[in-house]
């Protein structure tokens, strides 16, 4: 089998893995029920995501096993690993502004004598902090993938 072959079919399993199961489901939706919102969010971002995060595991075990001697390969990690911190960036952002801005209280607190105490919701920032740790798990996973290549580089010119 040719190598170009390998590449797109490693590229297209994951995506048909995801496609074969989404239309296994149906048109299901992802609906968030908090307090008195009620969110019904689109299964395509939800797709796109698992397929990017998919991709970069993929590529990465391959990668390790091959000693991070190949170009393109490489490329295809580094891209799909910086497009899943950009995801994971905008999501944390989403869940801050949702979470902690986004809030009106009735009646306001302009008509109370005292300011109100600051309550701390720990579960809003246990979540944030998640984001934010699996953005670093994924970017120590990159600057270890170009450590490695790196070094496959100075060996192979010797």
Same mark, same amino acid.
């Given at each position: 089998m040719k190598p170009i072959f390998k590449e797109l079919l490693w590229l297209f399993l994951p995506l048909l893995m995801i496609i074969?199961?989404?239309?296994? /489901?149906?048109? #299901?939706? /992802?609906? *968030?029920?908090? $307090?008195?919102?009620?969110? @019904?969010?689109?299964? %395509?971002?939800?797709? $796109? #995501?698992?397929? @990017?995060?998919?991709? $970069? @595991?993929?590529?990465? *075990? +391959?990668? %390790?096993k091959h000693h991070y001697q190949r170009k393109a390969q490489n490329l295809i990690t580094i891209f799909s690993g910086l497009i899943l911190t950009i995801i994971c960036t905008l999501i944390n952002g989403f869940i801050y502004t949702f979470l902690f801005n986004s809030w009106t209280v009735y009646p306001p607190l302009s008509g109370l004598n005292e300011p109100p105490e600051k309550i701390i919701n $720990?579960? +809003? #920032? *246990?979540? #944030? %902090?998640i984001g934010v740790g699996f953005q670093i798990i994924i970017i120590l996973f990159l600057i270890n993938l170009a450590y490695n290549w790196g070094k496959a580089i100075k060996k192979s010119n010797g």
């Open positions: 074969g199961g989404y239309i296994w /489901l149906g048109e #299901l939706s /992802l609906e *968030i029920n908090l $307090f008195d919102s009620y969110l @019904v969010i689109s299964p %395509t971002p939800c797709v $796109f #995501l698992l397929y @990017v995060g998919m991709v $970069f @595991v993929i590529y990465l *075990i +391959k990668e %390790t $720990f579960h +809003k #920032l *246990i979540g #944030l %902090t």
